[in-house]
């Protein structure tokens, strides 16, 4: 039985390979790469030795079958994800430009991305943490109340709940959404925001008062403030640490904080000391970065290591 389970969006992503190129004209494109936000994490947590599982669902198709071999390979628990004869798996078009922006067009609705259901409770036996994508709740309502009985099932079991929330503003406008997102947050132990995602649903002004309120919930042990190439900071209830990032020529951030992500479970799994949880986060988000795809970096317990000590660490 898997640790570390996820439940979200499978997904292709078929890249312009430059910056610069507009969707909307004629030109090449590359891929298609294995992507969504909760694959790229839970590949993450296999590729560095954990066992791990993921809920999900592709079509019966060569994109279906790019994102199953390649997780399967790594390592990834793939029992629970549903191949449907009646849909085509879901796919992202990307673009960059040249200020580092990223445009997308998604096709994931009415695919089979959004249609697994909660699994029973003796299928997650094991489980010790359940990781939930901001972007999965937003895909289809029918399916955040799938990862919401998910994470209930999982809270049942002793596990402990971790928590990117990927938040686009305008879609907070939503009550529907908003009340997910605040059943998720409320039921956080590892809660890994950005700085506006904080402050969004903390409703507060400043970064400290966000915090503070953060750690007057019972359930939320540790914040992992994510700065993007600034680094992060990580509180817990007793302490704080603030680091930058590795330094890497960087190819592509697609994935990067996703990987980050799932390096830091693992090293909560593995009981290090904090300052080395968040070496090995980071060096896996830049290791993501380093490579063109978003799932493509040169992430092992080998790299990661060869990367902390490189730096002299």
Request: hydrophobic share 40%; net charge negative; glycine share 10%.
């Amino acid at each position: 039985m898997a640790e570390v389970w996820t439940m979200g969006e499978m997904i292709v992503e078929i890249m312009r390979p430059k910056a610069g190129l507009s969707l909307k004209d004629a030109g090449p494109f590359q891929g298609p790469y294995p992507s969504g936000a909760p694959a790229i994490f839970i590949d993450t947590v296999a590729r560095l030795g954990h066992s791990a599982g993921i809920i999900g669902g592709v079509g019966d198709d060569d994109f279906g079958n790019c994102l199953i071999d390649r997780l399967e390979s790594d390592g990834v628990d793939c029992s629970k994800v549903i191949v449907s004869h009646s849909g085509t798996t879901g796919v992202a078009f990307v673009t960059y430009f040249e200020d580092g922006s990223r445009k997308f067009i998604y096709h994931i609705g009415n695919t089979p991305a959004v249609e697994p259901k909660a699994p029973p409770a003796e299928e997650l036996k094991g489980i010790k943490y359940f990781h939930v994508m901001g972007c999965s709740l937003m895909a289809e309502p029918g399916f955040a109340g799938e990862i919401i009985k998910t994470m209930r099932t999982a809270i049942s079991l002793g596990a402990k709940v971790s928590f990117d929330p990927n938040i686009r503003k305008e879609l907070l406008k939503d009550n529907s959404v908003m009340s997910v997102v605040r059943e998720v947050f409320e039921n956080t132990a590892v809660f890994m925001p950005g700085v506006d995602e904080l402050l969004m649903l903390t409703e507060e002004k400043t970064v400290e008062a966000a915090v503070s309120k953060c750690f007057g919930m019972d359930s939320i042990e540790i914040i992992v403030l994510k700065r993007g190439s600034e680094g992060c900071t990580v509180y817990t209830r007793t302490d704080s640490w603030k680091r930058g990032v590795y330094r890497v020529d960087p190819v592509d951030p697609t994935g990067a904080g996703d990987s980050f992500d799932g390096a830091f479970l693992c090293g909560l799994l593995e009981n290090l000391p904090m300052p080395e949880v968040i070496r090995l986060a980071t060096a896996a988000g830049a290791l993501n970065t380093a490579a063109f795809g978003p799932m493509e970096g040169r992430i092992s317990v080998e790299s990661v290591k060869e990367m902390i000590a490189a730096s002299g660490e």
